[in-house]
């Protein structure tokens, strides 16, 4: 323990300026951020202190980079010449002294500036701890720990920097070639990856245990190299196309469909193909319906099996479709992706097109219904939301460390100025905006801050919300993940193929 | 008694090229032990395998009973090492490096501390990355002596000091020897000659000798026999009869197996008309170049030795 505070000791006097500027860019931050919520009415001011708040985020995370480079590279494990290594350090206390100093030095101020954005946001942090502490672990696995263990393999800071560079030349190609490329074997991703964090976390801990302890460079580069191709598959597994079977069972017997899906091809909105990328695609209109009042339904995925009257058959994987289906009917158009050989065999007879979807069934919970805010107001479910433009109007509404449930708020507006009586007569209709969750399990940032915007036409129809015009809050839960299916028969695919 | 240091076997390969080959030594506990030999020779890699900042490829070495894989930690509080091209925490200055390291170190001796700085004038406010090679030097003999060490391991550490400095160092490690064990390396014979008790002389990897200086003093002579008349020299000298040459009537040579009156009798036998047989006492230097020009002229005729099997193959 001795030696732990001896070497931590040493290293923050070493490297007071690197801690000083890394919590005074963490202290702009955090009093920079709110200005994001804060009603201000101007778009151009909110959006510099938009940009202003991503470039702090980006100088944030370099200072802990910089950070910890110099504070791993002062005992710099590769190489032969340090003055350390005939010195009576003992490897675990080397490590554990570092792993505080990244505590103290980057995990403290971390803690304690988003307490304090809490705060500022109107939520008591103590209520917050767990999920205070929850950010802080997903701080250190996704921007702390591998560059602890990049800087524990390389042996002065150029080379840190060029490998730093390598890895995110590989990580950009990676990300490119998993979710760049323009393909539509796309899929959602229906699980979280849970295997991503604990192999990380495990990956850099034995690696840097490793290291510390052998200092056999090679043999932890070896490891890390086998852990970023082992993340790297579990990206790749976790989108394979058997999970979206697996996570999308078929509907058992008996049980109601959650939609029902018609196509509609009419003249005014005919099967068309058309070409893209080398692909074609068949835009197929459809109409659904059937889905039950206080439910919604969210299609994430298709797949096309395309049979023709000589038994010949043609099954697609499952393409990403990314639709949110509400009671009532509803018209879309679904693309269905095919090779141009492919469909050049299909094209000029008639054939049977099955479509199987794969959905989120999601059931409304709570309908809180409240008068729309002008100003801050807490609202069950949303967080505290207040309007902040004018025009197409924009509810901003922030939430503690976790992204709202799915939510859909619908508010009346009206053709009455605000200072007039509104009555029903003047109430035109009705507009919505949903809060879907992103998926991201964590954020830098302990506040969420999501925006809706309600339109309200053009010229002389232009509504207005007001002050207390009635807002309804619906809150959702996900009630199943399920298949659902669509038969034609007898149709005849396009057999002009446009480009697009 | 247990030597400090011992090896066996101590071989080092990067890739292909062998940088020590099958090394025996033994460092006896109070010796002051020079490992001389030219630049390239491999002196360096053999302290880093001693002081487990390499690992060997083959063999093994002992330091204070342990196996060399075995130092970390603890055992370097008994353990100094200073190396001409060690990289210090140049950010620190002097005061910090030393209240930093004192800690490490149980035993470490604040008089002995004082009197190192004192005796080296070290500037204390100053960064270490704003000394002259010269107090660098002194500032990390001051920090690896004060505790007292068991061992004291140094590689080249007087290369490229004046003489001030090196005789400031030289004094200061004098002082410790007679409660430590000394061990360094240098390609400057005069700078060791002066104090080392024993001597390893490496070459291409290879440890040519390792002994105790006065029996190695006692070993060499440089004999001149003076004969009655001119001779050619025969090809089967003995081995330990080294550059052997002769002009006119005088053949010298250097013997490498000095035994006294039955090394000259074997002059005597070896040569016809000997009229005179003078054996002389060598320098340090002297014995070191015989043993190096052979160890080179070996290494030719191998080389050429090995040229010619294969151009005839």
Redesign the interface.
């Known amino acids: 323990m ?2 732990v505070l ?1 070497i931590f000791r ?1 290293d923050t ?2 490297y007071w300026i690197e801690i000083a500027l890394s919590v005074v860019i963490a202290i702009a931050f955090v009093l920079m951020y709110p200005s994001q919520w804060k009603v201000t009415h101007d778009q151009n001011a909110d959006q510099h202190a938009l940009w202003f708040t991503a470039l702090l985020i980006l100088l944030l995370i370099t200072s802990w980079w910089l950070l910890i480079a110099r504070v791993i590279l ?1 005992e710099s494990l590769v ?5 350390w ?7 675990k206390s080397l490590l554990a002294a570092k792993a505080t100093f990244l505590a103290v030095w980057i995990g403290v101020p971390y803690l304690v500036t988003q307490a304090y954005l809490l705060a500022e946001a109107g939520f008591h942090p103590l209520s917050y701890v767990p999920g205070l502490l929850y950010g802080l672990r997903c701080v250190f696995l996704v921007f702390v720990l591998p560059v602890f263990c990049v800087a524990a393999v390389t042996s002065n800071f150029g080379r840190l920097v060029l490998a730093m560079l390598g890895c995110f030349v590989l990580f950009t190609g990676f990300m490119f070639l998993a979710f760049g490329l323009p393909h539509g074997y796309m899929t959602s991703t229906p699980y979280p990856n849970a295997l991503l964090y604990p192999l990380l976390f495990a990956g850099c801990a034995v690696a840097l245990t490793v290291q510390y302890a052998t200092r056999r460079t090679w043999l932890t580069r070896g490891l890390l190299m086998g852990l970023s191709v082992l993340l790297a598959l579990t990206v790749f597994v976790y989108r394979m196309q058997s999970l979206v079977d697996r996570a999308y069972p078929q509907p058992s017997a008996g049980s109601a469909a959650p939609l029902i899906i018609r196509s509609i091809p009419t003249v005014a909105h005919p099967v068309e193909a058309r070409t893209w990328d080398k692909e074609d695609y068949i835009d197929l209109p459809v109409q659904y319906s059937g889905v039950a009042d206080g439910t919604a339904v969210f299609g994430d995925d298709m797949k096309f099996t395309i049979t023709a009257a000589d038994g010949s058959r043609w099954s697609s994987p499952w393409q990403a479709m990314q639709e949110r289906i509400l009671p009532g009917s509803q018209y879309a158009e679904i693309h269905m992706m095919i090779s141009p050989e492919i469909y050049d065999r299909f094209k000029q007879r008639p054939v049977t097109l099955q479509v199987t979807f794969a959905v989120r069934r999601y059931q409304s919970d709570t309908v809180t219904r409240v008068p729309f805010p002008m100003h801050e107001t807490a609202i069950a479910g949303l967080g505290i939301c207040a309007w902040k433009y004018e025009g197409p109007a924009i509810l901003n509404c922030r939430a503690a460390l976790h992204e709202t449930a799915l939510m859909h708020v619908a508010v009346q507006w009206s053709t009455a100025n605000c200072t007039e009586l509104r009555t029903l007569a003047n109430t035109i209709a009705e507009t919505d905006d949903w809060i879907e969750p992103y998926g991201p399990e964590f954020s830098l940032v302990s506040v969420w801050d999501r925006s809706m915007m309600f339109g309200y036409g053009a010229g002389d129809a232009r509504g207005r919300v007001c002050e207390g015009n009635p807002m309804t809050v619906t809150q959702y839960h996900l009630v199943n993940r399920t298949q659902s299916d669509m038969t034609l028969t007898n149709i005849q695919l396009p057999v002009e193929v446009h480009p697009t | 008694m247990n030597p400090t240091i011992q090896t066996h076997n101590l071989t080092k390969r990067f890739g292909h090229t062998e940088v020590l080959r099958e090394i025996n030594l033994a460092v006896p506990e109070g010796a002051i032990y020079a490992l001389v030999g030219p630049n390239g020779a491999g002196k360096t890699t053999m302290i880093k395998l001693l002081m487990n900042i390499l690992r060997p490829t083959a063999g093994s070495a002992r330091v204070l009973g342990l196996e060399s894989h075995e130092l970390a930690g603890e055992v370097f509080s008994r353990i100094a090492y200073v190396s001409e091209n060690q990289e210090m925490p140049e950010a620190m200055t002097v005061t910090g490096m030393l209240e930093y390291m004192r800690p490490f170190y149980p035993r470490w001796d604040r008089e002995l501390e004082r009197q190192l700085v004192r005796q080296f004038d070290l500037p204390m406010e100053r960064k270490l990355k704003h000394l002259s090679r010269g107090m660098k030097m002194k500032a990390a003999f001051a920090s690896s002596l004060a505790y007292r060490p068991k061992l004291i391991v140094l590689d080249e550490p007087f290369t490229g000091l004046d003489p001030l400095v090196r005789d400031e160092l030289i004094e200061s490690l004098l002082e410790r020897a007679p409660e430590t064990t000394i061990f360094l390396s240098s390609h400057d014979l005069a700078e060791i000659e002066s104090f080392a008790s024993h001597v390893g002389y490496l070459e291409e990897g290879r440890m040519l000798f390792s002994e105790e200086m006065a029996v190695l003093a006692e070993r060499f002579r440089e004999v001149t026999v003076t004969l009655a008349s001119p001779v050619k020299l025969p090809h089967d000298l003995p081995s330990a009869w080294l550059q052997a040459e002769t002009v006119d009537c005088v053949v010298r040579f250097v013997h490498s197996e000095y035994r006294g009156e039955m090394s000259e009798r074997e002059v005597v036998e070896r040569f016809a008309g000997v009229r005179d047989v003078a054996c002389e006492a060598m320098p340090l230097r002297s014995i070191f170049l015989a043993i190096a020009k052979t160890g080179r002229m070996q290494n030719h005729a191998a080389q050429r030795t090995a040229v010619d099997g294969r151009t005839q193959a």
């Open positions: 001795r030696q001896n040493k006097r070493q002062a190489g032969d010449r340090q003055f290594l005939t010195r009576p350090y003992e490897w």
